[in-house]
């Protein structure tokens, strides 16, 4: 018994950074939205595109190789070195990109958004964004290493930090949107000079040439990834904000916030089988096909009931969340819970694993160029819903070519009852979708709501996911 209670408690550290790093911010929305507009949400969502794509860049796909490398690395020594060695080259990067960013500032607005917006909201925007992929590589350092307390605390205090600091600066310093990034950047810098002032009297500061040289070598080919990716996920906020307004670009944004908790809990459940996954392929590639299939199934069941409840009740939480000028944004929050919840296929690292990059790239290039050719006319014509779907139907079909290439070079045994079950989930979503358009009465959706999810829970019965089978995998998982 009491091991089962040590396996629970070491689940839900992995759980509770989730709770702090995303709910928290959507739990505060009540207070934000009624102290920053669609606008100001727009504007910073539009800053955060070219942030977003310099810090990317600068990073040159080398945390996903980390990832990777962490497990060929023999001893704890050699990762810690593997670690600050790649902190080192990103911050030197990350430096570069942002003065030169900062000294060209008003020629970059006005080329990429044609528009004023509001001092320093650039300066801290990469401030934040710079920092806390700084960040990731302490998270995965520290997943992966077992430690799942230091992962929990720093999840934890950094969210506690950046949210209420940002609060204190929007509610009481009435500073808008700028105060809002300064408070998240404020939170991130402090947690990142915490671990420099750690590393430095434990003397763990450490430089490799030759480590830095080999995980460049396997991660330029995914450059190309890094920059088609940023492209393709900030893409349709772009677009919105060239062709419909900065208005839309607040709403969808807020949608999409809310949609992405489904996307970020599947991260978390991440944290948990990544490790397990990795090992399984480097101590026994020849059952990796079986045993990875057993390993994810019940994590797919997990993940795909928690975008199932988001996307069931999300009318009423952006009800209950945010002010009116936001409703607009339930069809938003439907129609990317379906596309995030399918990317549980593609989050398994299955090409990277035999080490093809160059076909990574080569599909986030092709994923893009398909976005780009279904948003444009979309947007044009459907404004955020259009947005939405464009997003929706390229990811869709971009995902499925990539698990294509992804079992084809390192097959994953799927349960056949995971396709149908998933097929009633998007069922269920687009059904949703309809009665929201077609403006049926809030007492009819809310009956149809509860019979969506009484057949959803009888099926995962039928299936055998809701097993106390499956609970026990998903925390034995969390322990090995």
């Not at 079986?290 to 994810?296: C, H, V």
Request: proline residues 3%.
């Amino acid at each position: 018994m009491l091991n089962i209670k040590q396996q629970l408690n070491t689940f839900l550290l992995y759980l509770l950074p989730f709770l702090m790093r995303s709910v928290l911010p959507i739990l505060t929305l009540p207070v934000f939205t009624r102290f920053l507009t669609p606008n100001d949400y727009g504007v910073l969502a539009l800053v955060t595109i070219y942030v977003t794509l310099i810090v990317g860049l600068s990073n040159l796909g080398m945390i996903v190789i980390f990832e990777r490398n962490y497990f060929e690395e023999k001893t704890i020594i050699e990762r810690i070195q593997l670690m600050w060695s790649l902190i080192s080259i990103v911050s030197i990067l990350l430096l570069a990109f942002t003065i030169f960013s900062l000294i060209f500032e008003d020629t970059i607005i006005e080329f990429l958004f044609n528009r004023n917006l509001p001092s320093r909201l650039l300066l801290f925007t990469f401030l934040h964004l710079g920092v806390k992929s700084l960040l990731q590589y302490f998270y995965m350092f520290y997943r992966n290493s077992e430690t799942p307390k230091k992962f929990t605390t720093l999840a934890i205090i950094e969210s506690i930090l950046s949210t209420s600091i940002s609060l204190i600066l929007v509610v009481f310093y009435e500073q808008g949107i700028v105060g809002f990034i300064k408070g998240q950047s404020i939170g991130v810098c402090l947690v990142f000079a915490y671990l420099l002032i750690v590393a430095f009297f434990k003397r763990e500061f450490s430089f490799n040439f030759f480590k830095i040289k080999s995980t460049i070598k396997l991660s330029a080919p995914l450059t190309p990834r890094i920059l088609f990716g940023v492209i393709n996920s900030q893409f349709d906020r772009y677009m919105l904000g060239g062709l419909n307004t900065v208005n839309g670009v607040g709403i969808y944004d807020i949608g999409q916030k809310i949609a992405n908790l489904g996307f970020v809990f599947m991260t978390t459940l991440q944290q948990i089988f990544a490790p397990r996954l990795y090992a399984v392929y480097f101590e026994d590639k020849e059952n990796f096909r079986i045993e990875s299939g057993k390993l994810l199934a019940p994590f797919y069941f997990l993940s795909t009931f928690f975008c199932f409840l988001l996307g069931l009740f999300s009318e009423e939480a952006i009800y209950l969340l945010t002010t009116p000028e936001f409703n607009d944004s339930t069809p938003i929050v439907l129609i990317l819970t379906m596309l995030y919840a399918s990317y549980f296929f593609g989050k398994q690292p299955q090409l990277l694993l035999v080490k093809k990059t160059a076909l990574i790239s080569f599909l986030s290039i092709f994923t893009v160029g398909l976005n780009v050719l279904l948003n444009i006319p979309l947007i044009h014509f459907y404004g955020i819903y259009g947005a939405a779907w464009g997003t929706f139907v390229s990811g869709i079909i971009s995902a499925g070519i990539a698990f294509f290439f992804a079992q084809k070079h390192l097959p994953i045994q799927y349960k056949k009852e995971t396709i149908t079950f998933h097929l009633i989930f998007l069922v269920g979503m687009f059904t949703l979708i309809v009665m929201w358009f077609l403006k049926i009465q809030y007492s009819i959706r809310l009956v149809s709501k509860a019979l969506i999810l009484v057949s959803f829970l009888v099926t995962g019965n039928l299936y055998g996911y809701m097993t106390l089978h499956y609970f026990r995998a998903i925390i034995n998982s969390s322990k090995n």
